[in-house]
């Protein structure tokens, strides 16, 4: 089962994510989804919150990549190690484009229950995100 379940993570990463393919999320993830992420306000919940979530972040950083480092499965959960690169191309967290390069990573780990994920637990670097498109000054040390 758990190489199963990495292969329903990967294509939400490779067909979601990288590729934008929509009608994938409604495969992929449940009625109920439950998405936490410090990053945002409010959960995420339920395939079209997460059609909505990602839809932003791509329309953001059109050309954006990610790469799975590290998978690891056991039982239920899937733990992903993650990075991804974009360029800051649109409206991203109140911040207009500022054509600004973005690299950086994240892990997540995932539930799944009958082939479809439940739940994501995601922790990514916001901080670094806010710095590389200019919300966040970088101090600089003398």
């Known amino acids: 089962m758990s190489e199963e379940n990495k292969a329903v993570v990967r294509r939400l990463f490779d067909e979601v994510l990288d590729g934008g393919d ?7 993830v449940t009625a ?10 409010e959960d995420t919940r339920g395939p079209e ?3 909505e979530e990602i839809g932003g972040y791509r329309a953001a950083l059109p050309d954006i990549r990610f790469t799975i480092e590290h998978q690891v ?5 899937v ?3 993650f990075s991804f690169e974009g360029t800051h191309q ?3 967290m109140g911040v207009a ?3 600004n390069p973005v690299s950086l990573g994240g892990i997540v780990i995932h539930r799944l229950a009958d082939g479809r994920i439940v739940e994501g637990h995601w922790n990514w670097d916001t901080l670094g ?7 966040i000054p970088v101090e600089q040390v003398a």
Do not use: C, M
Request: charged share 30%; net charge negative; hydrophobic share 35%.
């Open 22 to 28: 929509y009608a994938a999320v409604d495969e992929l």
């Open 32 to 41: 109920d989804y439950h998405d936490h992420d410090p990053a945002n306000e």
């Open 49 to 51: 919150g997460v059609k």
């Open 73 to 77: 499965a056991e039982g239920d959960r």
């Open 79 to 81: 733990a992903t190690r």
């Open 90 to 92: 649109g409206d991203l």
């Open 97 to 99: 484009a500022t054509g």
């Open 129 to 135: 995100l806010l710095r590389q498109i200019g919300a």
